[in-house]
């Protein structure tokens, strides 16, 4: 079964710098996606970042970049410059390529999240 | 372009009693999936509807089941609820297709379930 491990509960960051957040995954499939998703106190889980593994390259959204280490199986996110408006619950989710079949086939699996604090 | 709502925004209900919670999809999407967040937790899994039909479910009990509509919107039913069934309700929709799926998903605010 896939898993999703974040090891910091909390982490806290001066407004205009920089924090990284880490994230590890377990899976035995080689074509999958991972994910960082925002959640602030409305609750409402939005889409920060995605990463195809097929991709070398690391995906970057902004002031919101990953390294992705496919063997490591590793994919932090790091927020540069960060704003108030960053503080928020930090999620980092993975699931497999859906088959070429109708459907989103779309199962996340999250870990158990990131509490970011974002101090003026 | 996030337009998912869900109903109601919060709800206590007690032991044994049943609920239905509705989602209201993005237009255009016929997917929707639903998630359980318990406090302090991630999102969990519990089932995906495409085009009416369960199409993909997570390791919960028949308890827990769903109905999607010819217009997409959706419901979560569960019966006979237990003081481990509250938790953060969230329903998110995307747009399955017959090509590789992986669409990106939109979540609702959810909706917050007591039992007590």
């Known amino acids: 079964a896939q898993t999703v491990t974040q090891s910091q509960p909390e982490m806290s960051v001066q407004e205009a710098e920089t924090v990284t957040l880490s994230c590890t995954y377990d899976t035995s499939e080689s074509d999958y996606y991972l994910f960082w998703y925002k959640q602030p106190p409305s609750r409402q889980m939005i889409l920060v970042i995605r990463?195809?593994?097929?991709?070398?390259q690391n995906a970057t959204e902004n002031r919101f970049s990953v390294n992705f280490q496919k063997a490591a199986k590793s994919f932090s996110l790091k927020i540069s410059d960060s704003q108030l408006g960053d503080a928020a619950m930090y999620f980092c989710?993975?699931?497999?390529?859906?088959?070429?079949?109708?459907?989103?086939?779309?199962?996340?699996?999250f870990g158990k999240g990131t509490l970011l604090t974002v101090n003026p | 372009e996030t337009g998912v709502t869900q109903s109601p925004t919060h709800l206590i209900k007690t032991r044994g009693q049943q609920v239905t919670l509705r989602c209201s999809s993005q237009?255009?999407?016929?997917?929707v999936s639903w998630y359980q967040q318990a406090l302090g937790q991630g999102p969990q899994f519990i089932f995906q509807y495409y085009r009416e039909e369960e199409n993909g479910r997570g390791n919960f009990p028949p308890r827990f089941s769903g109905l999607q509509f010819p217009n997409y919107s959706s419901e979560l039913n569960v019966n006979a609820l237990e003081l481990d069934d509250s938790a953060l309700y969230l329903c998110a929709s995307s747009r399955g297709s017959i090509r590789r799926g992986n669409e990106k998903l939109f979540f609702g605010s959810g909706t917050q379930l007591s039992v007590l």
């Open positions: 990463q195809e593994a097929y991709k070398q």
């Open positions: 989710a993975y699931t497999k390529r859906a088959p070429n079949s109708g459907g989103s086939n779309y199962k996340l699996t």
């Open positions: 237009s255009g999407h016929n997917t």
